[in-house]
């Protein structure tokens, strides 16, 4: 099933500006670039509701998902030119983020099937970045984490995207409008957060039967 998002978009917010105002001689700075947390989202943004995450509609990105018949998503893939970016949100403590924790364990699980993970920092902070052989043959792989209050945004690039972060254009430019959505609902650590199709995307694919639905415009 896949989305295709045919807009023209803003200009890209700068990714390394805080919004700040001075006040009586204080400094107050605004959120950074996204993941937002939902209550301190900004207004006025086109967005793909699938739930715990919101998408922001970006010129010539194709939201790809994959799901079960009562409309419950298992994979979120971003796709742009030979780029992408597969997206994961998950339950983490009130206080402190797990993203360290989980990006140890991303390592050691490429060790263990041979494969040599590099740590740099990145512009979200350290990430992962690593060379991997499946049946199309040798991909790049760069892994990001973003933790935020309750929860965490795992990324995964591929392709030109994974090696450049500069290639990362569009894919990049969702990423930083990301919006999530934790709920207030106790959750284990780590769970996946819940991901739904819109009401009217799983309507039409409970009509389609086995035939996906064709590209919707959002």
Known sequence: MIFSRKRAGGGRQDRDERATEVLDGQVDEGPERGPYD??????????????????PAVADV???????????IQQVVLVHGESALQLGVFAAPRSDGIWDEVREEIRQSLFNDGVAAQEV????????????????????????????????????????????????????????????DRGQEAKPVREPLPLRLPREVADQAGEGASEAPGPIEV
Do not use: K, N
Request: glycine letters at 14%.
């Open 62 to 72: 194709e939201v790809r998902v994959q799901a079960d018949p009562q409309g419950v």
């Open 38 to 55: 939902v209550d301190a989202a900004p207004d006025g943004v086109q967005r793909l509701d699938l739930g715990s995450l919101h998408i």
């Open 121 to 180: 920092q990145g512009e979200y902070g350290p990430e992962l970045r690593a060379r991997v052989r499946t049946p199309d043959g040798l991909t790049d792989l760069r892994f990001v984490g973003v933790d935020g209050p309750r929860w965490m945004v795992r990324g995964v690039f591929q392709g030109a995207a994974a090696t450049d972060p500069a290639a990362a254009g569009p894919l990049a430019e969702c990423l930083d409008g990301l919006v999530v």
